[in-house]
């Protein structure tokens, strides 16, 4: 992998390509609030390439979606977005929306966090999906079933024909989130950004699913911008993982190193409060605390109240990011033992 240029951004890590197909730059996002400005995501910045899958992951409220909302233009009226965004040498946050119409859905797909609400329960499967390929491909109504057709033979739905002339509530959970994904892959997206897309599934099901991730990945060569808390969903389908906290970036890495050997304090705090067989009948670590109020941020680290190897300086000056290495970087004033140079990139 090719280190950044010199101008490269805060959290950007190499990827195989010279040129991201996604590429975001010091991203804030704020509401604007009775009570004061609100500070959903500052400072953050990654890349993604062609046919890579970028994991952003952080408790409830760290700023993941907001950030994903933010580059399709889908904010709350009172939320704006600063900072840029690139897919493909066009920018994003300020485009105007018509033009932005034309991106959401044909270059950018979503699949969105409730597959149990996400579908208008009043419109047949095929009207839903062919819509899509209508309005961005232009395509007539029998090419479009067609190709709903062979979508949903992908993503494994059987009896397709006839499911298509179904509504929503004649379906599982997991075959609405199945047509979810085939919705958002219809128009051959650039990009997919998946909300907890195995949110409120069973084991079963939620491996059913991020198989057929892995392998439309592979077959379609669409890149992957997966927002969850479940690092298992991480380990099993991504390539890096961004870990965000109080809206910030705070550590990134290739999801086998950092889950291995994580170097900032609350990524090891999300590890350690993970359970695994080794545990046996130990009492599962916790964070303690609480996130900071986005709307009185402190001066300095915003986890340095929750963190175990907090110092003085930690409450008054805010980290900077440090490329730590060709993959790997963080946010953090305490310097990890047994880290450095000598490590090599991929520690």
């Not at 959401?104 to 979503?110: D, Y």
């Not at 915003?302 to 963190?307: D, G, M, S």
Request: hydrophobic share 40%.
């Amino acid at each position: 992998m090719n280190r950044p240029a010199p101008a490269a951004t805060p959290q950007s890590v190499a990827t195989a390509q010279p040129t991201p197909l996604l590429a975001v730059r010091d991203l804030n996002v704020r509401f604007q609030t009775d009570n004061g400005p609100v500070e959903a995501v500052r400072e953050l910045s990654f890349t993604l390439a062609q046919g890579e899958a970028l994991a952003l992951v952080g408790e409830s409220g760290s700023g993941k979606t907001q950030s994903a909302m933010a580059l399709l233009g889908l904010l709350a009226d009172n939320g704006r977005a600063a900072g840029t965004a690139w897919l493909s040498g066009t920018s994003l946050l300020d485009m105007p929306e018509a033009e932005l119409r034309r991106i959401r859905g044909a270059r950018i797909g979503v699949v969105f966090q409730d597959p149990m609400t996400a579908l208008n329960p009043y419109l047949t499967l095929e009207r839903q999906m062919t819509e899509t390929l209508c309005l961005h491909r232009g395509q007539s109504r029998r090419e479009a079933r067609g190709a709903a057709l062979r979508m949903l033979d992908a993503v494994r739905i059987a009896d397709a024909a006839r499911r298509l002339d179904q509504y929503p509530h004649e379906l599982s959970g997991g075959m609405r989130q199945r047509v979810m994904i085939a919705m958002a892959l219809l128009p051959q997206p650039d990009v997919l950004i998946l909300d907890e897309p195995t949110t409120a599934l069973d084991v079963t099901i939620q491996a059913q699913i991020l198989d057929l991730l892995g392998t439309l990945r592979r077959d379609l060569g669409t890149a992957m911008l997966l927002i969850t808390h479940d690092l298992g969903v991480v380990a099993a389908v991504c390539d890096r993982m961004l870990v965000m906290y109080a809206g910030e970036g705070v550590e990134q890495g290739p999801v086998a190193a950092l889950l291995e050997h994580p170097r900032h304090p609350y990524t090891q705090g999300l590890l350690e409060s993970l359970p695994s067989r080794q545990n046996g009948a130990r009492r599962l670590a916790t964070l303690p605390g609480h996130p900071p109020d986005p709307r009185a941020r402190p001066a300095g680290c915003p986890f340095a109240p929750r963190c175990v190897h907090a110092m003085a300086v930690c409450a008054t000056v805010r980290p900077a990011w440090e490329d730590e290495s060709e993959t790997r970087g963080r946010r953090c004033h305490w310097q990890v033992p047994g880290t450095g140079p000598e490590m090599g990139a991929n520690a």
